[in-house]
């Protein structure tokens, strides 16, 4: 086709704008930050959804930094939710269990 023709709808070829939607905002960001204190670590994770309802979710973790560590503390504040998990024992190659 020649450069201002039209197609064979009658109608002028769209531009690449029109035809394409490109959206660079992330629909999930994690922010992980750690301290090591006194044998213990110490989190702050920070997780922030963009879509479809612009939330963040706010945990504080504190697990043993012991090789055979068998525990692990999560308090949400904004929920007022306290998590316990224990450590993973292994049931089979691929499958693991985890006592909350």
Request: hydrophobic share 40%; aromatic share 12%; charged share 30%.
């Amino acid at each position: 086709m020649e450069e201002g023709s039209l197609s064979q709808s009658g109608e002028e070829p769209k531009s690449w704008d029109e035809l394409y939607n490109v959206n660079l905002m992330p629909s999930e960001i994690f922010l992980k930050f750690r301290k090591e204190i006194e044998g213990y670590r110490v989190g702050v994770n920070l997780e922030f959804y963009n879509a479809p309802y612009n939330e963040y979710l706010a945990k504080l973790v504190l697990k043993p930094l012991a090789p055979e560590r068998r525990w692990k503390f999560i308090y949400e504040p904004l929920h007022h939710e306290v998590r316990l998990l224990s450590k993973k024992i292994p049931v089979t190659k691929f499958l693991n269990l985890q006592l909350v």
